[in-house]
T-cell receptor, first 112, second 116 residues
Framework: GQNIDQPTEMTATEGAIVQINCTYQ??????LFWYQQHAGEAPTFLSY????GLEEKGRFSSFLSRSKGYSYLLLKELQMKDSASYLC?????????????FGKGTTLSVSS | GAVVSQHPSRVICKSGTSVKIECRSL??????MFWYRQFPKQSLMLMAT?????????EQGVEKDKFLINHASLTLSTLTVTSAHPEDSSFYIC????????????FGPGTRLTVL
């Protein structure tokens, strides 16, 4: 079956670094995405990994290990506005079209 | 980046009525659009995949006669919730891909449906 796991909640302080882990078991794999979602809003794209390794984009980095079915999102120099839900999603080519399978999301709370 | 719009952003309706939600790709042609539903504190759940000019593909457990999807053009897909009930109250989000297999899906801002 399809399964994507990530922690439900995390807390951190401004200026800190936080790592949000995601593990997945899917029948197929064609890329892993991280999205940020503020309450009541649609998800916004953060990163995409299809090959093993680290992708860095400003304060955000994402890592993928396909053999381990594992990814993490690393947020540096945390700001209050980073308080949001972070969704890990896998594109499974065995699913219809290029639809994404989402995890339940990790709610990150950043305090001062 | 590519922009996807949804209309309306919020809708409140009475039980038994039908509601239509529009999803438009504003500056690109989307061969495929996806409809998701998200209940409070839950993940996005794919409802259906919509391809222009063909019938939508529904996920298991999603009633195709209740959730009517029409993808009439490369820039517009509509989701109609027929005979809505309170349990249909949810956040409905569409997304669009430029081409099959491209890296990124672009999400619309979502539609909050409340059925009284």
């Amino acid at each position: 079956g399809q399964n994507i796991d990530q922690p439900t909640e995390m807390t951190a302080t401004e200026g800190a670094i936080v790592q949000i882990n995601c593990t997945y078991q899917t029948s197929g794999f064609n890329g892993l995405f991280w999205y940020q979602q503020h309450a009541g809003e649609a998800p916004t794209f953060l990163s995409y990994n299809v090959l093993d390794g680290l992708e860095e984009k400003g304060r955000f980095s994402s890592f993928l290990s396909r053999s381990k079915g594992y990814s993490y999102l690393l947020l540096k120099e945390l700001q209050m506005k980073d308080s949001a839900s972070y969704l890990c999603a896998v594109r499974d080519p065995d699913q219809a079209g290029t639809a994404l399978i989402f995890g339940k999301g990790t709610t990150l709370s950043v305090s001062s | 980046g590519a922009v996807v719009s949804q209309h309306p952003s919020r809708v409140i309706c009475k039980s038994g009525t039908s509601v239509k939600i529009e999803c438009r790709s504003l500056d690109f042609q989307a061969t495929t659009m996806f409809w998701y539903r998200q209940f409070p504190k839950q993940s996005l759940m794919l409802m259906a995949t919509s391809n222009e000019g063909s019938k939508a593909t529904y996920e298991q457990g999603v009633e195709k006669d209740k959730f009517l999807i029409n993808h009439a053009s490369l820039t517009l897909s509509t989701l109609t919730v027929t005979s809505a009930h309170p349990e249909d109250s949810s956040f409905y989000i569409c997304s669009a891909s430029l081409l099959a297999g491209v890296d990124e899906q672009f999400f619309g801002p979502g539609t909050r449906l409340t059925v009284l």
